[in-house]
């Protein structure tokens, strides 16, 4: 079953913050932050793999909440290459979603000067 | 250089056709992927092979025939186009982790538009 993203979309200016979250309705055995520009491939920001692990990159970081089955992206101090649709990507334990990364429907994030 | 590949990155053709995608990896892993991304921006799986063996085959109608000679290459075939299919079709891989089930960082080729007339 997909995660669910919040917002949809989101509008800033630079130097603003944003939260993502993803939640799931299904045990979480890892969950993944990949952002897509316009017409480009996603790329992958990083991975949380243990509840309440907390990771960053650069001004970008993340935690995942085991419990919750939840996981949320920070984005601190955007700037303008902040901009693109970023999708969560969560990984089951087992059964059906064994091995298999599913998406949420992304989040488009646009910044502004 | 780049990492995953794919060719070609447009494809226009009519209702009815078959046509190919391939992808090839230079980055060593083991694990490779399909992904159909429609419209809306909705990503999401079709197939992944590790190791040339196919674990992961979502419901995907049976004109889409993916074929790994070896592990740095994925291809995908798909006879008799429709209209629905008309999406961009990324490649992707990775490294190990299948047999933990543990999905790893994944790298995704440009992506091929399909666009059917």
């Known amino acids: 079953q997909q995660p669910v993203q919040s917002p949809q979309a989101v509008i800033l200016r630079e130097g603003e913050d944003a939260v993502i979250n993803c939640s799931s309705s299904k045990a979480l055995y890892s969950v993944h932050w990949y952002r897509q520009k316009h017409g480009e491939a996603p790329v992958f920001l990083m991975i949380?793999?243990?509840?309440?692990e907390q990771k960053g990159h650069e001004k970008i970081s993340a935690s995942f909440n085991e419990k919750k089955q939840q996981s949320s992206l920070y984005l601190t101090a955007s700037q303008l290459s902040y901009s693109g649709t970023y999708f969560c990507?969560?990984?089951?334990?087992?059964?059906?979603?064994?091995?298999?990364?599913?998406f949420g429907q992304g989040t488009i994030l646009t910044v502004h000067p | 250089d780049t990492a995953v590949s794919q060719t070609p990155k447009y494809l226009v053709t009519q209702m009815g056709n078959d046509k190919s995608i391939k992808c090839e990896q230079n980055?060593?892993?083991?694990?490779m992927y399909w992904y159909k991304q429609d419209s809306k921006k909705f990503l999401k799986i079709m197939f992944s092979?590790?190791?040339?063996?196919?674990?992961i085959n979502e419901t995907v109608p049976n004109r889409f025939s993916p074929k790994s000679p070896d592990k740095a290459h994925l291809n995908l075939h798909i006879n008799s186009l429709e209209l629905g299919d008309s999406a961009v079709y990324f490649c992707?891989?990775?490294?190990?982790?299948?047999?933990?089930?543990?999905?790893?960082?994944?790298?995704f080729g440009d992506g091929t538009r399909l666009s059917i007339l």
């Open positions: 092979y590790n190791n040339k063996e196919l674990i």
């Open positions: 990507g969560t990984g089951g334990a087992g059964g059906t979603s064994y091995g298999k990364l599913t």
């Open positions: 992707a891989s990775s490294q190990g982790g299948f047999r933990t089930g543990l999905v790893q960082p994944q790298h």
């Open positions: 980055l060593g892993h083991d694990t």
């Open positions: 949380l793999l243990k509840g309440g």
